[in-house]
């Protein structure tokens, strides 16, 4: 994973005031049960681990459950940002073991499907927060947003019909947050 230490991000206002009452929420009967999907390469780099890990503590942090494909870069970086901010990271994986699974998941779950499990993180998410590009992240980008899920990306390589475009992690944030309040 390509996370630097001590990385950090400053939030707006009212992303802050967002998140409060999506933790709020969370306490409740009204709560998202479903996780956030957060996808991206196994191969990120630093500007896209950093974003993943902000973004996944930050929702987290508010009482969302995070799914990813459970493996290195974005995936890892998501998790770990889940974690550390007291929440749950669920990794579905390809294989049929656990021994690929980042270390930082709360709950591995080996499919022994491949890629296939990309349709199984797409379905699994209430909106899927797309952090990088590569086959595999479009893959389940398209699904998601076959299945009318909302889709939010940041520093993406390919431009889907309706994915939503965020310009840095507190413009994703502030998106994702319009979708889980509303």
């Known amino acids: 994973m390509s996370l630097r230490e001590g990385a950090s991000v400053v939030l707006s206002a009212p992303v802050i005031e967002a998140l409060a009452r999506l933790a709020a929420r969370q306490r409740g009967p009204a709560r998202h049960r479903q996780p956030v ?5 196994g191969d990120g780099g630093p500007a896209e681990c950093e974003a993943a890990h902000a ?11 995070v799914v990813c494909g459970g493996r290195g870069g974005v995936m890892a970086a998501a998790s770990r940002g889940a974690v550390e901010a007291g929440g749950i990271a669920v990794g579905i994986l390809p294989e049929d073991d656990d021994r690929n699974a980042n270390e930082w998941l709360s709950v591995a779950i ?3 499907m491949g890629e296939m499990r ?4 797409a379905r699994s998410g209430v909106c899927l927060v797309a952090i990088g590009g590569n086959m595999g992240t479009l893959s389940e980008m398209a699904m998601g947003l076959k299945w009318g899920k909302p889709v939010f990306v940041m520093h ?3 431009a889907l019909p309706g994915a939503v475009q965020a310009r840095g992690v507190d413009d994703m944030l502030a998106q994702v947050l319009d979708c889980l309040l509303d």
């Open 110 to 112: 080996p499919t022994g």
């Open 118 to 121: 990309n349709g199984i993180i």
């Open 37 to 41: 999907a957060i996808i991206g390469p």
């Open 55 to 65: 973004v996944a503590h930050a929702l987290a942090g508010a009482g969302m459950a």
């Open 156 to 158: 993406g390589d390919v």
